[in-house]
């Protein structure tokens, strides 16, 4: 089992960056695909980003893609999400989120493991 508690998160202005981090607990991180999510209200829970367990693969949501980066921190048990040039419907809940699959895959029912979530805001 892997514990995931999500930081970072807050209020921004268009344009800015934020960075959150999830750091994990359990002995099974290391060998865990890592995905973010985020939930906008009114919305349904929606894939952003994820990364292999050795961190040489990533995937992104399409608008994201030249934005976000994904990355992770085997020997910290963390994995981050850089988020840069924040734009309003960004603003959402974002979940951390850990598989135990080798390919970072964009399916929410892949991860078994979830975090509280982080809040990010980000007004025009």
């Known amino acids: 089992q892997v514990q995931l508690v999500e930081s970072g998160g807050g209020l921004v202005q268009a344009g800015g960056s934020l960075r959150l981090s999830c750091a994990a607990s359990g002995r099974t991180f290391s060998s865990s695909t890592m995905g973010w999510f985020r939930q906008a209200p009114g919305k349904e829970r929606s894939f952003v980003a994820a990364i292999s367990w050795s961190g040489g693969w990533t995937s992104y949501v399409d608008s994201v893609k030249g934005r976000f980066t994904i990355s992770r921190d085997n020997a910290k048990n963390t994995v981050y999400l850089q988020m840069n040039s924040l734009k309003p419907e960004d603003t959402a809940v974002y979940y951390c989120?850990?598989?135990?699959?080798?390919?970072?895959?964009?399916?929410?029912?892949?991860?078994?493991?979830w975090g509280q979530g982080t809040q990010v805001t980000v007004s025009s």
């Open positions: 989120a850990a598989a135990k699959v080798v390919d970072p895959v964009q399916v929410a029912s892949y991860y078994t493991n």
